[in-house]
């Protein structure tokens, strides 16, 4: 059965048919991350908004020992490239078909630097990303304040993972707006909780989205079906 598991903060595992990707591994460092990066299965592909630590997290790490592409915005491709990666670069507006999914890149308003980059040439436009896997549109909306560009994915999204935890990105008020702006059937919210700084209550974004779209709270480690949220 394809489906998504919440492994903590903003990251996310998709197991598809046949493949499984990883979104933002902030595993090792994360208080709440429910796995270790080497007890994860299998992985096709890593995912990466940006390269904030808490988001570039373990990718490298997992992307090399399990062989994995990674798919992030050009100069942070460049930076796994590096350190070793396989590598696939994209940028805001495209959009690719591979193996595991087709994968298009959208905006997300947040800062760009990496982690680990000493020389500051890596530093890129962090990035949002609407996935097909299984016939189920999903969007992870990445570290992200509330835009208007949200708009233009309207009725084009299955399930909208959305951060919650204000003070580095969106609160639960925007939030609550931004699913207003997509339509998801199901919004998954991530990005909170992790530390003090964004710690908020999950019930008062579930009463902020009301009748808008089905709020699904997971706790990291919990799963949730894809085919519950597809047309």
Not at 76 to 98: N, R, T, W
Not at 115 to 131: I, K, N, R
Not at 178 to 207: C, G, Q, R, Y
Request: charged share 20%; hydrophobic share 40%; with cysteine.
């Amino acid at each position: 059965m394809s489906q998504i598991t919440f492994h903590g903060h903003a990251g996310f595992e998709i197991e598809g048919p046949q493949h499984r990707i990883i979104i933002d591994p902030f595993l090792t460092g994360n208080p709440l991350a429910d796995v270790e990066p080497g007890s994860l299965s299998e992985i096709d592909a890593v995912l990466l908004t940006h390269g904030h630590g808490d988001h570039l997290g373990d990718g490298i790490e997992i992307a090399k020992s399990h062989d994995a592409v990674v798919v992030a915005p050009f100069e942070l491709a460049g930076f796994c490239e590096s350190k070793g990666c396989k590598v696939h670069p994209m940028h805001i507006g495209g959009q690719y078909d591979f193996p595991f999914a087709r994968v298009k890149m959208v905006v997300a308003f947040h800062g760009g630097g990496v982690a680990g980059d000493e020389s500051g040439q890596y530093s890129t436009f962090p990035c949002g990303y609407v996935l097909t896997v299984d016939g189920t549109s999903i969007y992870h909306a990445g570290d992200t304040a509330l835009m208007l560009e949200m708009q233009l994915l309207k009725g084009k999204v299955d399930m909208m993972l959305v951060p919650i935890g204000d003070n580095f990105t969106m609160g639960i008020d925007d939030a609550a707006r931004a699913v207003e702006f997509v339509e998801p059937k199901v919004v998954i919210p991530m990005h909170w909780n992790t530390f003090d700084l964004i710690t908020v209550d999950s019930d008062d974004f579930v009463k902020a989205v009301g009748s808008t779209a089905v709020v699904q709270v997971l706790k990291p480690g919990d799963s949730y079906p894809l085919s519950v949220g597809s047309h």
